[in-house]
């Protein structure tokens, strides 16, 4: 069975940090691009950041952008989402999932499939 399993979110202070793991314990995924999503609660799921397949291209919304980095490692089968300066609006629920349609938009949840149970974060002021 194809599954995601992200892990690392907590309760940190404004200004800490966090590191989110997504693994994918059947290696169905290591020839694929993973993204970060979030979620907060009444709000739409949007993109965090991306990472193609061999992690030599990395992608960030503008408001994570210098705070934020992606990273992949091939022999873990485990994406990473290292979250510095954390802020209260980056509170919600971080989800991971592979790129399994490639349109022309990185940002697109609709080009991604197989999410995890997410995991939450929590940022407080």
């Given amino acids: ?54 992690g030599g291209n990395t992608y960030y919304a503008d408001s994570v952008q210098g705070r934020f980095t992606i990273s992949r490692d091939k022999a873990k089968n485990t994406v990473y989402l290292q979250m510095n300066s954390l802020k209260p609006e980056n509170t919600a629920v971080y989800y991971c999932a592979p790129r399994v349609r490639y349109g022309t938009d990185w940002y697109n949840a609709a080009e991604y499939a197989y999410w995890g149970q997410g995991t939450q974060v929590t940022v407080s002021s």
């Fill in 1 to 54: 069975q194809v599954q995601l399993v992200e892990s690392g979110g907590g309760l940190v202070q404004a200004g800490g940090s966090l590191r989110l793991s997504c693994s994918d314990s059947t290696r169905t995924f290591s020839s694929y691009a993973m993204g970060w999503f979030r979620q907060a609660p009444g709000k739409e799921r949007e993109f965090v950041a991306a990472i193609s397949w061999s």
